[in-house]
């Protein structure tokens, strides 16, 4: 059992569903890869980056990180369009503010 319940309604229902270890396993995973796919965000070709900004939205919806997946569905949006703004170092302080954010509660939560 965790020292502190699921931080999140998503996580919650989640936990009802696979269990919390099970839980605790994506959440580790989570914290484990966003911070990587942060990383290769800002390099590689556009389409590359389309398609992480995608992943993450969807990893950060999952663990009811809303603001962070609110930026990064932003994000997709803008590079899904040739001529859309490309990803500004506005965009990487934020995302990395939100995920900071959002991984606090994440990280008491698997004892991190």
Same mark, same amino acid.
């Given at each position: +059992?965790?020292?502190? #319940? #699921? $931080?999140? #309604?998503?996580?919650?229902? @989640?936990?009802? %569903?696979?269990?919390?270890?099970? %839980?605790?396993?994506? %959440?580790?995973?989570? @914290?484990? *890869? /966003?911070? =990587?796919? /942060?990383?290769?965000?800002?390099?590689?070709?556009?389409?590359?980056? !389309? &398609?992480?900004? !995608?992943? +993450?939205?969807?990893?950060?919806?999952? +663990?009811?990180? !809303?603001?962070?997946?609110? &930026?990064?569905?932003?994000?997709?949006? &803008?590079?899904?369009?040739?001529?859309?703004? *490309? =990803?500004? $170092?506005? *965009?990487?302080?934020? =995302?990395?503010?939100?995920?900071?954010?959002?991984?606090? #509660?994440?990280? +008491? /939560? %698997?004892?991190?």
């Amino acid at each position: +059992m965790s020292p502190c #319940p #699921p $931080p999140t #309604p998503e996580l919650s229902e @989640l936990a009802a %569903v696979l269990g919390e270890e099970n %839980v605790q396993t994506l %959440v580790r995973t989570f @914290l484990r *890869d /966003f911070p =990587i796919s /942060f990383q290769e965000l800002g390099g590689g070709d556009r389409k590359n980056r !389309h &398609r992480l900004a !995608h992943s +993450m939205k969807s990893n950060a919806r999952l +663990m009811g990180a !809303h603001a962070l997946s609110q &930026r990064m569905a932003e994000l997709e949006n &803008r590079l899904s369009l040739e001529s859309g703004e *490309d =990803i500004t $170092p506005q *965009d990487l302080t934020a =995302i990395n503010r939100e995920y900071e954010e959002a991984a606090g #509660p994440l990280r +008491m /939560f %698997v004892g991190q």
